[in-house]
């Protein structure tokens, strides 16, 4: 079943910086790989998607990057700010029917003032 | 749009008892899923269903877990003689039918077992 490991576990950035998520997944049959953002006591909420028949896919200060060649996806948060804390999961469908993910163990971001 | 509704936000309940977990979709979202989520284990998919028809439950304990979803309103997951290690945020989420299309999340159920 399609694996996929997300690093790093944990991350403190300073406002303004930027922050740079990864995830490595195996199965490279599919293509869609959204990214969901978790503040604590709420459920995952997308934050930005790509295809695989792209190589980039920006949402103002969110870009996801897909390296289909080395199997990794990427997220990158510029300008981050204090409200951007949370934790961050990357997935990736295992079925043809792109209804089931398995998804990554997740980066808790802190954003410190 | 007030978003997929859990009930309720927290139970606690002994050992051996039942725990009913209710879920009411987004109104005219037709796929509806069931995720559990744990520190050690994250983010695991339970089942699926598609216009009330159970699609895929290749996730869902099969001796104790049991989903339904009477109509399209809600859905409900049931854990017959809960054990300490089913203590987890069990999250309902629903989405139009189709491919790659948005998943929407509730806030989970956090259940305790004592």
């Known amino acids: 079943q399609q694996q996929v490991r997300q690093s790093p576990q944990s991350l403190t950035v300073w406002e303004g910086g930027t922050t740079v998520l990864t995830c490595s997944y195996e199965?490279?049959?599919?293509?869609?790989f959204p990214w969901y953002q978790q503040f604590p006591g709420e459920g995952p909420a997308l934050l930005i998607s790509?295809?695989?028949?792209?190589d980039k896919k920006e949402d103002g200060r969110f870009t996801t990057f897909f390296n289909k060649r080395e199997k990794k996806l990427s997220l990158h948060i510029i300008d981050s700010q204090p409200g951007d804390s949370a934790t961050y999961f990357c997935?990736?469908?295992?079925?043809?029917?792109?209804?089931?993910?398995?998804f990554g163990a997740g980066t808790r971001l802190k954003v410190i003032a | 749009n007030a978003g997929v509704i859990q009930t309720p936000r927290h139970k606690v309940t002994g050992k051996g008892q039942e725990a009913t977990l209710w879920c009411e979709p987004i109104?005219?979202?037709?796929?509806v899923f069931w995720y559990r989520q744990t520190i050690v284990q994250g983010l695991e998919f339970l089942t699926y269903?598609?216009?009330?028809?159970?699609?895929?439950d290749s996730g869902m304990p099969k001796e104790r877990f049991s989903a339904q979803m009477p109509n399209q309103s809600h859905s409900t997951l049931k854990i017959q003689s809960t054990q300490p290690q089913d203590s987890a945020v069990y999250l309902c989420?629903?989405?139009?039918?189709?491919?790659?299309?948005?998943?929407?999340f509730g806030k989970g159920t956090r259940l305790t077992v004592v």
């Open positions: 989420a629903s989405s139009l039918l189709g491919v790659n299309t948005e998943v929407f």
């Open positions: 199965d490279s049959t599919f293509n869609y």
């Open positions: 790509i295809l695989s028949v792209s």
């Open positions: 997935a990736a469908p295992v079925n043809t029917g792109n209804y089931k993910y398995v």
């Open positions: 109104s005219g979202h037709s796929a």
């Open positions: 269903f598609r216009n009330q028809a159970p699609i895929d």
